[in-house]
């Protein structure tokens, strides 16, 4: 999920332990579950710092470790003894548990995207991303804000965020029944589909999709049980020839290569370099394809400047790989 929806989730976790007697009755443990209800809620997404180093490594690295099962053990830990020294009569254990439940429920939460996680590290590094809960969901968003309000003039906390937690997990039983049908309706307009990626969208029944048939890639459009084919292009593996060869061991081209499951290439020449693109299949938006990576490499298959993320126009992708 977004940092803003993970921050009032910290809030409404808060708020549920309020139920727990133990932190209603002890004010440093009350006053200590609440910090760390906000901390742990954020801290999984300390790997957005990678961001700062270079897309390549924030690609390969972002809600990896820092999701995986060690992970969100240790967290609540380390939050816990950076907390306990300031409210040593605060209860250990009780502080631990909400902790350890707000670290949970992010990671928890974050295998719903389209993006997923690698919450099962290290028993797989498979990427868990079940695509029914975009990114940012209004819905989930808007129920948090409704129970803080609730709770600002007066409504108990642990009741609120308990009922609306509730109604939460009807809207996420009710999303995974709206996948199920478009699944069916995609089968039902290309039947040889192989794979079917389905990503969420802001808007609760339209979906972007991806298709992957034996020899087609399909790029469609969902809305409720109605599937509109807006592209369609020839499955060609990637070629085992020099320039791909050489064009793998640029950083942005491995890290494209290891996150996406289903992408187009093309490669370009002219007389002074090649140009390899490897295209995300998934984010189609408005008729771009914004999710890229790009290499030039010189006559001498050298790397000259890469670049991979998010680009909406060619004359920014240009000025990116120029930055590069």
Same mark, same amino acid.
């Given at each position: 999920m977004d940092t803003g929806t993970h921050v009032v989730m910290g809030f409404a976790i808060a708020g549920i332990s309020t139920l727990d007697p133990v932190v209603a009755e002890n004010t440093a443990t009350s006053q =200590?579950?609440? *910090?760390a209800a906000l901390v742990g809620s954020q801290a999984p997404d300390i790997d957005t710092v990678l961001k700062l180093s270079n897309n390549a490594t924030y690609l390969r690295n972002h809600r990896g470790i820092t999701h995986s099962i060690p992970a969100v053990l240790l967290w609540p830990i380390a939050i816990v003894s950076v907390l306990y020294p300031f409210f040593p009569t605060a209860n250990l254990f009780h502080l631990w548990i909400w902790t350890f439940i707000a670290v949970f429920l992010h990671v928890f939460v974050d295998i719903f995207n389209a993006y997923g996680t690698q919450a099962i590290r290290p028993i797989s590094s498979k990427w868990v991303a079940l695509g029914v809960i975009n990114t940012f969901d209004l819905y989930i968003f808007g129920f948090h804000v409704i129970g803080l309000v609730l709770w600002g003039i007066g409504f108990d906390p642990g009741w609120t965020f308990i009922t609306i937690y509730g109604i939460i997990v009807i809207y996420y039983i009710l999303r995974f029944i709206a996948q199920y049908f478009v699944k069916i309706a995609v089968r039902k307009t290309v039947p040889k589909a192989e794979r079917i990626i389905i990503s969420p969208t802001i808007h609760f029944f339209q979906w972007r999709v991806a298709i992957i048939t034996k020899d087609r890639y399909f790029?469609?459009? =969902? #809305?409720?049980?109605?599937?509109? *084919?807006?592209? @369609? #292009?020839?499955?060609? /593996?990637? /070629? @085992? +020839?020099d320039i791909i060869q050489a064009a793998k061991k640029d950083k942005n081209i491995s890290a494209f290569l290891s996150f996406s499951p289903v992408f187009r290439w093309e490669i370009e020449y002219d007389d002074e370099k090649y140009e390899v693109r490897l295209i995300d299949l998934r984010y189609r938006s +408005?008729?771009? #394809? /914004?999710?890229v990576a790009v290499v030039h490499l010189d006559q001498n298959l050298d790397i000259l400047n890469s670049y991979t993320g998010w680009i909406f126009s060619e004359d920014k992708l240009q000025k990116k790989l120029t930055i590069e």
């Open positions: =200590a579950v609440f *910090i790029v469609a459009r =969902a #809305y409720r049980r109605s599937v509109t *084919i807006l592209d @369609e #292009y020839k499955r060609i /593996p990637l /070629p @085992e +020839n +408005n008729g771009h #394809y /914004p999710f």
